[in-house]
Structures are given as C-alpha cells and as structure tokens.
Nanobody, 122 residues
C-alpha cells in the first residue's frame, strides 16, 4: 500500500522559511512524477512544484525563485524548501505521486498525503 506522509508545516512570519518533507513508502515512490500541491480555504487545490522522473523541476509562477523541490532517493523523501514566504502562501500543502507524465492536473495523481498546514502571517 502506497503511503505519503507530509511534515514540516508551521506558522511563520512573512519573509520566513520552511522545509516540507514527504516520506513515501509502498512502491518505490518516484513513479513518473512527484509533486507538491496546496489548497487555501475556499480555493481549489493548485500545483506548486513538480519533479519529473528525470529530475527536472517545474514550478508555479507564484513560487518561482522562492521554492525548491528536491528528492532524497536513499531516504525515499520528497522535500519542498520554501523561502521568502508570503501571506498568500498560507494553505494546506499536499504531497502527491503520479504514474503518468508530470501535469498540473490533480486528477493525474494517484496518491496523496494527508497534508501539512503552512500559515504565513504579515
């Protein structure tokens, strides 16, 4: 059974940094695409960063230059380093895994974690 478990969410001030982690178990997590999504109250879930099978990173325009997605194969962990955080980054952040090519569409992702809350205050 595939399991994804996020951690690292917290409350920080604007301009601060956080590092989110996603521990994956069950199948050798890479598949074809791993990613981070977020969902703020009353808004649709949106893609933040994706990591392709060949290690290429894709970012939403809103986080380019501030967020970095990476993986540690030895530890089966996907991470999201978030710098220069803004209040609009406040959301529940989810880790997701796909067997398909990387896409920003949530229905392309077969597995999801439970989420970790990030709150950025001004």
């Amino acid at each position: 059974q595939v399991q994804l478990q996020e951690s690292g969410g917290d409350s920080v001030q604007s301009g601060g940094s956080l590092r989110l982690s996603c521990a994956a178990s069950g199948y050798g997590y890479r598949g074809n695409c791993m990613g981070w999504f977020r969902q703020a109250p009353g808004k649709v879930r949106e893609g933040v960063a994706l990591l392709t099978k060949d290690g290429s990173a894709l970012y939403a325009d809103s986080v380019k230059g501030r967020f970095t997605i990476s993986q540690d194969n030895a530890k089966n962990t996907l991470t999201l380093q978030m710098n220069s955080l803004k209040p609009e980054d406040t959301a529940m952040y989810y880790c997701a895994a796909s067997y398909r090519l990387c896409s920003w569409f949530t229905d392309q992702f077969a597995h999801w974690g439970q989420g970790t809350q990030v709150t950025v205050s001004s």
